[in-house]
């Protein structure tokens, strides 16, 4: 199982963070990680142009986007964003997408949030045909008629992901993709429910084992300690509330909400957590790590701790 870090903007002025998150991104390759994953949070930072800047501060380690929302811009102007990044990174960009969540689409954008699932098969026929530039791209479906050039293509082979929490999206994601991000899956879920339909849907048309990006928070910490990291992450991850879609996803499985899926405790509890991930089927885990203390300078201590743990435990999951 590969290990990774999710790096994304949080509160503070934009200065503040770009320079965080490129302090993140080379601490994540000096440490051996194998990858970077940056969420687009709706109201914050643009992902891609992240993934940018970090390209310019590390050699080695993929960067991935987990994810963005498709209905917020247009296929080819994702496709060339994307490509755009690719090369900025020289070549080292995961590109994860997804068709979001009703509270986004339609309540914060004002678009419509009808059959996700369907308009991510269109989109994809979009994108996938850009992402083959140079050339024309040309695409008439039930949503899209595209009939635009790219002189623009990929300095190497771009993965792309879609993130699939239902049966439908897990089959469009193991047949047109290269594998699936997820948020809100616990081991269970995973296992019983997200590889046997991902996995068959790449075998019943001829695609290679899909990638399983799982993301988990994760924090170093007392035993005593747990139920508090539990706490804060349902205080500030608790996306579930309002979300059918994970909501839906959290049946599948054991847990209940966000605190039930943290890694949290020791250095043997969080090895034995990642461990259940990989036995599970996870292919690539995505750590939130989840800080806990009673102001700036706790907080900031804890990361540090936790982050420390998990570059020494890497190099035994190798």
């Given at each position: 199982?590969?290990?990774?870090?999710?790096?994304?903007?949080?509160?503070?002025d934009s200065?503040?963070?770009?320079?965080?998150?490129?302090?993140d991104?080379?601490?994540?390759?000096?440490a051996?990680?194998?990858?970077?994953?940056?969420?687009?949070?709706?109201?914050?930072?643009?992902?891609?142009?992240?993934?940018?800047?970090?390209?310019?501060?590390?050699?080695?380690?993929?960067?991935g986007?987990?994810?963005?929302?498709?209905?917020?811009?247009?296929?080819?102007?994702l496709?060339?964003?994307?490509?755009?990044a690719?090369?900025?990174?020289?070549?080292?960009l995961?590109?994860?997408?997804?068709p979001?969540?009703?509270?986004?689409?339609?309540?914060?954008?004002?678009?419509?949030?009808e059959?996700?699932?369907?308009?991510?098969r269109?989109?994809?026929?979009?994108?996938?045909?850009?992402?083959?530039?140079?050339?024309?791209?040309?695409?008439?479906?039930?949503?899209?008629?595209?009939?635009?050039?790219?002189?623009?293509?990929?300095?190497?082979?771009m993965?792309?992901?879609?993130?699939?929490?239902?049966?439908?999206?897990?089959?469009?994601?193991?047949?047109?993709?290269?594998?699936?991000?997820?948020?809100?899956?616990?081991?269970r879920?995973?296992?019983?429910?997200?590889?046997?339909?991902?996995?068959?849907?790449?075998?019943?048309?001829?695609?290679?084992?899909?990638?399983?990006?799982?993301?988990?928070?994760?924090?170093?910490?007392?035993?005593?300690?747990?139920?508090?990291?539990?706490e804060?992450?349902?205080?500030?991850?608790?996306?579930?509330?309002?979300?059918?879609?994970?909501?839906?996803?959290?049946?599948?499985?054991?847990?209940?909400?966000?605190?039930?899926?943290?890694?949290?405790?020791?250095?043997?509890?969080i090895?034995?957590?990642?461990?259940?991930?990989?036995?599970?089927?996870?292919?690539?885990?995505?750590?939130?790590?989840?800080?806990?203390g009673?102001?700036r300078?706790?907080?900031?201590?804890?990361?540090?701790?936790?982050?420390?743990?998990?570059?020494?435990?890497?190099?035994?999951?190798r």
């Open positions: 199982m590969r290990i990774g870090v999710m790096i994304g903007p949080e509160r503070g200065a503040r963070k770009v320079a965080r998150m490129l302090d991104v080379e601490w994540a390759e000096s051996g990680l194998d990858s970077v994953w940056v969420p687009q949070v709706p109201t914050d930072f643009d992902a891609l142009i992240a993934v940018a800047l970090m390209g310019t501060r590390t050699s080695r380690i993929e960067i986007t987990a994810v963005v929302p498709l209905q917020a811009q247009h296929p080819v102007a496709a060339r964003q994307a490509l755009s690719h090369a900025a990174t020289g070549g080292r995961a590109l994860g997408v997804g979001s969540h009703h509270w986004i689409v339609q309540d914060m954008l004002g678009l419509p949030y059959k996700p699932a369907a308009f991510t269109d989109y994809l026929d979009v994108l996938d045909a850009a992402l083959l530039a140079p050339g024309p791209v040309e695409i008439e479906n039930n949503t899209f008629t595209v009939h635009n050039p790219l002189e623009i293509g990929p300095v190497a082979p993965p792309v992901l879609v993130a699939a929490l239902g049966p439908v999206m897990l089959t469009i994601a193991g047949e047109r993709t290269d594998g699936t991000i997820l948020w809100m899956a616990d081991e879920a995973v296992a019983d429910h997200v590889v046997p339909r991902i996995t068959k849907a790449a075998d019943n048309v001829g695609r290679p084992a899909p990638r399983i990006i799982a993301g988990v928070p994760v924090c170093l910490c007392r035993p005593s300690e747990v139920d508090t990291a539990r804060r992450a349902n205080r500030i991850l608790g996306e579930a509330e309002i979300s059918p879609n994970y909501q839906r996803l959290l049946g599948y499985g054991d847990a209940e909400d966000i605190g039930d899926l943290c890694v949290a405790g020791d250095e043997d509890a090895l034995a957590g990642f461990r259940r991930y990989a036995d599970a089927g996870v292919t690539d885990l995505s750590m939130r790590l989840l800080p806990i009673d102001n300078d706790e907080l900031i201590a804890s990361k540090r701790r936790t982050r420390d743990v998990v570059a020494e435990l890497v190099k035994e999951l």
